[in-house]
């Protein structure tokens, strides 16, 4: 079936790095665009970041202009979000969710990161 | 780009409807018609209800329905039941710069 699972999400300090991975598995991952999208602890919806399906468009929530970097390896069915800078108020579940035209029709369930001192 | 508006919460009793409505602007809602609606149970992934304002995805029951009407989408969930009760987000396509606006969603009780 559809799956979508993120991992690498845990506890950072302000200013640190993570790298969150999403492994995608039951369609072709090569012909869709992904998405990463966050929650923040208690609060809505927030799109992040967006990757074409050729990886040759990208783009970005002006909060995490710079600092972030979407990529994919295709050959490994896999997303990827690199979060630089961090803040306390990137605080929130990461979600990364399959593009279908222009919504997200499959998430996955999400892995949590926590910037903190 | 500011977030779409819902009402904090929405309530009903078994069988009976409740709609939920998502304003946004001429830059998003009312600029397309590639409004979204998504699920969310507690602790869960968010499930997409309706896409393209008014198509459900298959397996999504035809109690679930979508429209929008200038800058304001709305979702309709008819005989209410009890796993209704969740939080439910719309979303907007916004452009090729922004790309994507979620509303700031909607609790749904089911009394």
């Known amino acids: 079936q559809v799956q979508l699972v993120e991992s690498g999400g845990g506890l950072v300090k302000p200013g640190g790095s993570l790298r969150l991975s999403c492994a995608a598995s039951?369609?072709?991952?090569?012909?869709?665009?992904m998405s990463w999208i966050r929650q923040a602890p208690g609060k809505g919806l927030e799109w992040v970041s967006y990757?074409?399906?050729?990886?040759?468009?990208?783009n970005y929530a002006d909060s995490v202009k710079g600092r972030f970097t979407i990529s994919r390896d295709n050959a490994k069915n896999s997303l990827y979000l690199q979060m630089n800078s961090l803040r306390a108020e990137d605080t929130a579940v990461y979600y990364c969710?399959?593009?279908?035209?222009?919504?997200?029709?499959?998430w996955g369930q999400g892995t949590t990161v926590t910037v903190s001192s | 780009q500011s977030a779409l508006t819902q009402p904090p919460s929405a309530s009903g009793s078994p069988g009976q409807s409740v709609t939920i409505s998502c304003t946004g602007t001429?830059?998003?809602?009312?600029?397309?018609?590639?409004v979204s609606w998504y699920q969310q149970h507690p602790g869960k992934a968010p499930k997409l209800m309706i896409y393209?304002?008014?198509k459900r995805p298959s397996g999504v029951p035809d109690r679930f329905s979508g429209s929008k009407s200038g800058n304001t989408a709305s979702l309709t969930v008819s005989g209410l039941q009890a796993e209704d009760e969740a939080d439910y987000y719309c979303?907007?396509?916004?452009?090729?710069?922004?790309?994507?606006?979620f509303g700031t969603g909607t609790k749904v009780t089911v009394l």
């Open positions: 969710a399959r593009v279908s035209s222009l919504w997200e029709d499959v």
């Open positions: 990757i074409s399906s050729s990886s040759s468009y990208t």
């Open positions: 001429s830059s998003d809602v009312g600029g397309y018609n590639y």
């Open positions: 979303s907007s396509y916004a452009g090729s710069n922004n790309l994507r606006v």
């Open positions: 039951g369609f072709t991952f090569s012909d869709y665009y």
């Open positions: 393209e304002v008014s």
